[in-house]
Each structure stands twice: as structure tokens, then as C-alpha cells.
């Protein structure tokens, strides 16, 4: 070997030697793994509405906003600005250059996200014509309840990188949609392969976004996996693999967490912070979140149309026994509205009543002095508002009977539980919300509004639908506080729901988790989460 070959070897061995040790000393990234509580019903944001299913969607679509981490201040997401105008009823969006969609083995893309991608998403929402929902006809929940269609004039394409959305009548709110969970920007290229490949329903399936993680791999109720996306235009994730562990029972998801088999948990019940409590390799972030629970009735179908019985029903419940049994810790609030306290424009002149008396007389008033029987509806998944449902149900049934009424309680899986309830199987079932905003219409609009009752199932007041437009349009808060508690008065008079309870939510972790952040909702975001 020639001098000039030995020291090229020489300088060869050297670059390999420091490489290695360069990778000794570079930790390896450590996969994170989530104890979920549910499975996500599908992977396309706009068809859901369930904490789960956003969840799992949020690590991997983004839309034009986002809530600042911890609150909700609006900031610039895939949007890089934007400005509404002085009568908010237009809202323009420059959108973010340079942003990718992800490369998978099912999808490639060949350019960057731009205002056509806006377009469609949101055309899909707003058009039953869109060839898309000809070909893949769906029901898109949180914008049908919002009345979406009916809000808009108009999404202009003013270029590739801006956008306007034109309202019928002022909304102040309006922005904070472009923030939330069903708003997640999808590929117009990805939706046009799809339609030409015959298999535009994989959508749901094969999710395709912006976000932090790519789609990986899902196995129903056992395991949804992704992968940190290389093409990120925000900082690569320290977490290369993020896993989500489907587990139904909180009891399962407790152990798991305590064994080190997962990280973070799904929010866990009042009765499973016993187990936790002195262990240093475990800590339970806790936050007052904008939630609520309910029981809500079937208004289309006997005997629950009818006010009397609603609220005969709603006073013979003992809401104190039943929080005495469910929130043993006595961090939750009844719930007397149908939103928290904390909000601008409660009405804290209203009460709930027990009066198991007042409502054996309603009933008899109603026509059935010799009482009646319904299906009670148990809640399948275990939340921070309701964290056992079927003990709710079996107290409430308790509670029933005291006035003659017999409640057969059911429940089904998750994903059917609210298929059959949207369908107005139910007599009664459980149900619940949580807010993102902290304005009371995000609570009030979705759930109660004439845009959110199609089919007749849900509540429609055309006085309550009149105070609530009206505040949507009036930027003045005081104003806005005194429309929305009128609002409730006719509410609480119709009795549409059993109001239960607000809740405290506990999100428990291993200890080597670093960059966690509670959202005000009890919400889940894995971005620039990762583990020691």
C-alpha cells in the first residue's frame, strides 16, 4: 500500500469512527405511546364530531388557524394571515407557501398545498353537487349543525395563495372555525386520484393532511399508528413513531399507563387518581375545561316530544347522589345551562330542581298519572363529564321509578351508539360537548340551533333561534351576554336536555414526557411532545 492509500484509509477510518460515535451520543428517538378510550370513527375530519376521532385526526391534518397552545387565541396556521372586514361578514386568508401534503405509499404529491386544496375541502361541506360527494355521499356533522350552507355567499379563489369566504350576515364568531378539529385542510389532488381510481370513500380511510404525523396503520379497537412526516413545514418531531392503544375500559388504560406500556392516557376518572397518587414516575395535569355532559331527548317521538314529561323527567333526577357516586373528588359543577358559568353570558339566575312530587303531577297532567316506560340510553366510553355511564343510568332509573317511570337502560359500541342515536332510535341518551372558543355560541349553535335539527330529533325553537342569530351578529359583548341569556331562559323552559355536569379533566403521564400542553377543552396535541 502506497503512503497516499494508507493515509486516505487512515482518514476514511477516522469519518467512520466519529459517525459512530456521533450516533453513541445522539439519544434515539423514543416512540410515544397514547392510551386512547376510544376508536376514531373514520379519519376524515369533517365527518365527526367525537373527541376521539379528533383526536387521532389532529396529529395529522391543520387548518387555516389554530388555537394558541393552552388557550384560545387564534394564531395563523396554514394560513399565514388574515383579516375580517369591518362588517365581519368577509374573512380573507393568505394562505402558507411551502407547505407539502404527506408522501405515503398510497399518494404522492407533485405540488404544494395552495387555495384549491381550501376549495374543496370546504366546497365539500357546503355543496351536495361537489363530484366528490356524488361520488362519496356523506353527512358532515359539525358543519351541518353550524348551518354552514346557509352562512355562506360564497369562497372566492382570489389567487393561489388567497382566499375569501363571504357570509350572508355578520358572525363574529365565524374565525374560530378555520381552528377547530373538522376544518383540517384536505388535498384536492389526493380527492381527484381518488375519484379517478373509482375508491373516493378511502378518504375516510386513508388520510392524507398537512400535519405533523402521517398515517401509518390502523387496527379497529386495537391500534392506530403514525410516523413523524420528514416534509413537515414546522419543525421535524422529535417522536419519530406515535402510537395510539385503543383501550375501552379506564381501568385498563390506568394499569397500562402505571406498567410504563403507554405515556399519556386519555383523561382518566375521579375514582383512578387514587392509584396514581404518590407515584413520582407519574404526573396528572388537571384543567376546569368548557365541557358538559347531558341526557338528550328524542323531540320527534312520544312521550318525550312532549314538555311536561321532559321536564317531569329532568326535576325527578337527584343530581347530588349522582355526583356524590360519579365525582367523589368534588371538582365538577352541576351543569344548569347549557354551557359553564365561566362563559360570557350565563344566566345565573337559573336553577336546577328536585322535586320528585312537582313531577309525578306533570306526568299525571301529561296523561300519564300511571306512569310510562322508555330506553335510557348508557353512555359506552367513559368521560371526564360522565365517567361512568352505565352507573348514571342506573341511578337515573332509580330515580325514575320514584315517579313511575320505567327505564330500560341500553347501550351499544361506541361508533353505533351515535349512528343510532343521530338516526333517533333513542328515547334518551347521553351525550356531550366540549368548546374550544370559550364563546357560548360554540355550544349553542352546533347542538341547539334549527341548523342542527334536520330531522326533528333535536331541539328547534324559532324564539331561541332568533336571540341566538342576533347575538352571533352583535359585536357588543354586553349586548351578546344579555341576547344569550335570554336565550337560555327558553331553554331551561323547553327542557331539550337533563343538564349534568362540568367537569375537571385529569390527563395523567409517565414522567419522562416533556412538552405536553392541556388545551382549555381537555384536548389531545402530540406536537413537540416527546419523551426523555
Known amino acids: 500500500m502506497t503512503r497516499s492509500h494508507h493515509a486516505l484509509s487512515l482518514a476514511?477510518?477516522?469519518m467512520v469512527l466519529a459517525s459512530a460515535n456521533s450516533q453513541a451520543q445522539t439519544p434515539k428517538a423514543k416512540p410515544l405511546v397514547y392510551c386512547a378510550d376510544a376508536s376514531p370513527e373514520g379519519f376524515d375530519p369533517g365527518l365527526w364530531d367525537s373527541a376521539s376521532t379528533n383526536t387521532a385526526t389532529g396529529q395529522m391534518f391543520q387548518g387555516l388557524l389554530q388555537f394558541k397552545r393552552g388557550g384560545t387565541d387564534l394564531q395563523p396556521h396554514l394560513a399565514s394571515e388574515w383579516s375580517i372586514s369591518p362588517d365581519a361578514k368577509s374573512f380573507t386568508f393568505k394562505l402558507r407557501p411551502g407547505v407539502k401534503f404527506h408522501q405515503t405509499p398510497y399518494f404522492t404529491p407533485t405540488r404544494e398545498f395552495n387555495a384549491d386544496d381550501v376549495l374543496f375541502t370546504f366546497g365539500r361541506f357546503i355543496d351536495p353537487a361537489h363530484p366528490f360527494n356524488k361520488a362519496f355521499p356523506a353527512n358532515f356533522i359539525y358543519p351541518q349543525n353550524l348551518g354552514l350552507a346557509k352562512l355562506l355567499d360564497g369562497i372566492d379563489r382570489i389567487d393561489d395563495h388567497q382566499v375569501r369566504f363571504r357570509l350572508k350576515a355578520p358572525n363574529v364568531t365565524f374565525a374560530a372555525n378555520f381552528a377547530m378539529a373538522w376544518a383540517g385542510i384536505h388535498s384536492a389532488e389526493y380527492g381527484a386520484q381518488l375519484l379517478k381510481e373509482g375508491r373516493a370513500s378511502q378518504i375516510n380511510n386513508r388520510p392524507i393532511g398537512t400535519g405533523p404525523y402521517r398515517f401509518k396503520s390502523y387496527a379497529k379497537?386495537?391500534?392506530?399508528?403514525?410516523?413523524?412526516?420528514?416534509?413537515?413545514?414546522?419543525?421535524?418531531?422529535?417522536?419519530e413513531k406515535l402510537i395510539f392503544s385503543i383501550s375501552r375500559e379506564p381501568n385498563v388504560r390506568v394499569q397500562k399507563l402505571l406498567a410504563g406500556e403507554c405515556h399519556i392516557a386519555s383523561a382518566v376518572r375521579d375514582v383512578d387518581l387514587a392509584a396514581m397518587d404518590g407515584r413520582r414516575d407519574i404526573t396528572v395535569l388537571k384543567t376546569q375545561a368548557l365541557n358538559i355532559s347531558y341526557l338528550a331527548f328524542n323531540l320527534r317521538k312520544a312521550p318525550t316530544d312532549l314538555r311536561a314529561v321532559r321536564e317531569a323527567l329532568d326535576i325527578a333526577v337527584d343530581r347530588q347522589a349522582i355526583f356524590k357516586a360519579l365525582f367523589p373528588r368534588g371538582d365538577a359543577l352541576q351543569a344548569v345551562s347549557a354551557f359553564p358559568p365561566t362563559i360570557a353570558g350565563f344566566n345565573s339566575a337559573l336553577k336546577n330542581e328536585y322535586n320528585p312530587q312537582r313531577a309525578r303531577d306533570l306526568l299525571a297532567k301529561a296523561g300519564f298519572a300511571s306512569g310510562l316506560e322508555l330506553d335510557l340510553w348508557a353512555l359506552p366510553v367513559s368521560r371526564p363529564t360522565n365517567p361512568n355511564g352505565q352507573l348514571m343510568a342506573q341511578l337515573i332509573q332509580q330515580d325514575w321509578a320514584k315517579i313511575g317511570v320505567k327505564a330500560n337502560i341500553k347501550t351499544y359500541e361506541w361508533g353505533e351508539y351515535l349512528k343510532r342515536a343521530n338516526n333517533g332510535e333513542h328515547s334518551v341518551y347521553m351525550s356531550g360537548w366540549?368548546?374550544?372558543?370559550?364563546d357560548a355560541d360554540e355550544f349553542l349553535t352546533p347542538n341547539l340551533s334549527c341548523a342542527a335539527n334536520t330531522t326533528g330529533?333535536?331541539?328547534?325553537?324559532?324564539?331561541?333561534?332568533?336571540?341566538?342569530?342576533?347575538?352571533?351578529?352583535?359585536?357588543?359583548?354586553?349586548?351578546?351576554?344579555?341576547?344569550?341569556?335570554?336565550?337560555?331562559?327558553i331553554f331551561k323552559r323547553e327542557r331539550p336536555w337533563i343538564t349534568m355536569a362540568h367537569s375537571t379533566v385529569y390527563i395523567p403521564m409517565r414522567s419522562d414526557v416533556q412538552g405536553f400542553i392541556m388545551a382549555p377543552n381537555g384536548s389531545v396535541d402530540f406536537e413537540n411532545v416527546y419523551r426523555k
Do not use: H
Open 457 to 489: 330529533i333535536k331541539f328547534c325553537n324559532p324564539e331561541f333561534e332568533r336571540l341566538i342569530d342576533a347575538a352571533r351578529a352583535t359585536p357588543d359583548p354586553q349586548a351578546r351576554a344579555a341576547l344569550y341569556e335570554q336565550a337560555q331562559v
Open 221 to 239: 379497537d386495537d391500534v392506530l399508528r403514525m410516523q413523524a412526516n420528514p416534509d413537515s413545514w414546522t419543525p421535524r418531531q422529535r417522536t
Open 12 to 14: 476514511l477510518l477516522s
Open 434 to 438: 366540549s368548546g374550544e372558543t370559550g
